[in-house]
């Protein structure tokens, strides 16, 4: 059964972390990737990471403070989130990219399954 499923979103202060888990049953073979959408605004690319692992991509935005990693046998990809800003607040969700052309380029109209998101609110 195709099926993505996000968690792991909550309230954290600036400076925390997180770490989101998405179930992606089924789509093991795929790049899988995680955007994000702000208040107001479009979705936007955060990190990508191939079906074996093996390449991983990061919008300038989160390098160095955000970690995206897959477990196959298990089905999970998870994003692991440190130095979370306020402008990292928004609904995270976690989309497969079928045909190997989006997730890596953020191209977001390009990705072929999405979950429903999981909020992620970094606030004092």
């Known amino acids: 059964q195709l099926q993505l499923v996000e968690s792991g979103g909550g309230l954290v202060q600036p400076g925390g972390s997180l770490r989101l888990s998405c179930a992606a049953s089924g789509f093991t073979l795929y790049d899988i990737g995680w955007f994000r959408q702000a208040p107001g605004k479009g979705r936007e690319g955060v990190s990508c990471?191939?079906?074996?692992?093996?390449?991983?991509n990061y919008a300038d935005s989160v390098k160095g403070r955000f970690t995206i990693s897959r477990d196959n046998a298990k089905s999970m990809v998870y994003l692991q989130m440190n130095s979370l800003q306020p402008e990292d607040t928004a609904v995270y969700y976690c989309?497969?990219?079928?045909?190997?052309?989006?997730?890596?380029?953020?191209?977001?109209?390009?990705?072929?399954?999405w979950g429903k998101g999981t909020l992620v609110t970094v606030s004092s």
């Open positions: 989309g497969v990219d079928a045909y190997g052309s989006s997730c890596m380029r953020f191209v977001e109209s390009g990705m072929d399954y």
């Open positions: 990471i191939s079906s074996s692992g093996g390449s991983t």
